[in-house]
């Protein structure tokens, strides 16, 4: 049995640029991963299957549907084999929460069968295998900061940025993406955001020559623009994801909170540990039924 984890991917920033002709949105997103995530297993000799476990496992499809197999299907398809081997998966990231979990389940999927068919991570076929398998995918193939673009298919190359200090905080509210992005009210062919990326691209030069070892001055460039575009579509979705962002707003030590992806998971920065796990501490006992986790992003 071989075993990945699979991390939960943070959108640090996330500019709409406009909907193209086929309805998609193209956009721009600098994005982190966490130290938390769900586990994905794989026994490669049995029958082609899943299984799932975990806090947020219960009622999730084990079929052909899920974003596992379709993944492990589209690469096999690929190599022209039959499909092969049972996948187990412990959930522990909540669902629907725009922090990727199902993406980064199928990116997992992806890693577990490159293994075991003696793939590089950037061999062409396993890209286009996770570009097949939905928007996210390609990005968390390999599970490092970059900035990705279009509709997710166009990455930029990995970079080493500041370990951040944060506090995931999600309510408990599925949130549908396409309904997110419905909120925004866009026409095929219509604009939203059309300036270009190099404010973006500039800053996270500087942040990786100037600040290799923390993050205080990633997070006050990220303080001055570069929000999240989807956020208030996403609150007027799932009203709650307001009510999120002011707890984290006020703990003390937080430099900023945001939405993640299309929500409802936001973020909190910090500048230690301790003042994120402090944060935790007070956020949980304020709200018991919320998902709370202190982690790194890098």
């Avoid at 999730?60 to 299907?73: F, M, S």
């Avoid at 419905?182 to 955001?193: D, E, I, K, T, V």
Wanted: aromatic fraction near 6%.
């Amino acid at each position: 049995m071989l075993t990945v984890r699979a991390p939960a991917k943070v959108n640090l920033t996330l500019t709409v640029h406009g909907r193209r002709d086929d309805g998609y949105h193209d956009l721009t997103s600098l994005v982190v991963f966490a130290g938390v995530g769900d586990s994905l297993s794989l026994t490669p000799d049995a029958s082609f299957g899943m299984s799932i476990t975990g806090p947020f496992g219960e009622g999730l499809d084990t079929g052909p549907h899920n974003l596992v197999l379709r993944a492990a299907g589209r690469l096999f398809q690929r190599l022209g084999h039959p499909p092969r081997g049972h996948f187990a998966l412990t959930k522990r990231l909540p669902v629907a929460s725009g922090i990727g979990g199902g993406s980064a389940d199928a990116a997992a999927a992806l890693r577990l069968l490159a293994q075991v068919h003696d793939l590089a991570l950037a061999d062409p076929v396993l890209m286009a295998a996770s570009r097949d398998s939905g928007a996210d995918v390609p990005v968390c193939l390999m599970a490092r900061a970059r900035i990705m673009s279009g509709i997710g298919d166009s990455l930029g190359p990995p970079m080493r940025l500041p370990k951040l200090f944060a506090l995931l905080v999600n309510p408990g509210v599925a949130v549908p993406t396409a309904a997110v992005f419905a909120s925004l009210g866009l026409a095929p062919g219509q604009r939203y955001q059309p300036k270009a990326d190099a404010r973006l691209s500039s800053a996270v030069a500087s942040w990786h020559e100037d600040w290799p070892e923390h993050g205080r001055g990633m997070i006050a460039s990220l303080q001055s623009g570069h929000g999240n575009d989807l956020e208030g579509p996403a609150i007027r979705t799932a009203p709650v994801i307001g009510a999120v962002l002011d707890a984290l707003r006020a703990t003390e030590g937080c430099r900023l909170a945001r939405m993640s992806g299309s929500g409802a998971t936001c973020f909190g920065l910090f500048d230690d540990c301790a003042s994120s796990a402090r944060a935790a501490r007070r956020i949980g006992r304020a709200h018991p039924d919320w998902w709370v986790k202190p982690t790194i992003l890098r």
